[in-house]
């Protein structure tokens, strides 16, 4: 193995880490009790996408994914309505696998750390993905929900009532630490990246 590709898993392992610590303080403190929190943690994933590209930060945001579901993925199922192999499939690909490993497309934005417009629109894009993923499982999963805050409408209750909400705290958070990083510019780390 490559020195360079030696260098960019450990990378991965120490911000998709961060990401997991980052997540699991904010849950600690988090409303929202079946599942979703405002949160930074997706910052490193995107920072990898950045550093490394959209491939790397695909696979970081795999292995958030799959972590995300080892640790809280158990408690979440014991809140499924009549669970079934379908339901439950929902909520592992569109509650962690798909929409943590599609924040890695951030990284398609050209020349990030130089280009503001660039930084700007690869968390957008990766945030907004992520929110679209995890609206379609309230929707097909979590909808029973919205009869216990009154709404009928099980698409308003999860892309407007429940996701939105955490989803643009969260994708603000992100904004404003990256940008405040950004201007100083940190992201180098001194090291070289692989885009």
């Not at 958030?64 to 809280?72: M, T």
């Amino acid at each position: 193995m490559k020195r360079n590709q030696i260098r960019v898993i450990a990378e991965i392992a120490t911000f998709v880490g961060l990401a997991i610590v980052l997540d699991l303080l904010a849950g600690l403190f988090s409303p929202f009790k079946q599942g979703g929190s405002i949160s930074p943690a997706m910052l490193p994933i995107f920072i990898i996408a950045f550093r490394h590209g959209w491939k790397n930060g695909i696979f970081a945001g795999l292995i958030f994914g799959v972590l995300q579901l080892i640790l809280v993925g158990s408690e979440i199922f014991g809140w499924i309505y009549d669970p079934t192999p379908f339901k439950i499939f929902m909520v592992i690909a569109f509650d962690y696998i798909i929409p943590f490993s599609l924040l890695g497309l951030a990284g398609l934005f050209k020349d990030p750390f130089n280009k503001p417009k660039s930084f700007v629109l690869g968390i957008a894009l990766g945030s907004f993905l992520r929110y679209l993923c995890h609206g379609l499982s309230g929707v097909i999963v979590w909808g029973n929900f919205a009869a216990d805050w009154g709404i009928e409408n099980i698409w308003f209750y999860s892309y407007v009532f429940y996701n939105l909400p955490y989803m643009a705290a969260s994708f603000g958070l992100c904004l404003l630490i990256g940008l405040a990083l950004y201007r100083r510019k940190v992201w180098d780390f001194g090291l070289p990246t692989t885009r």
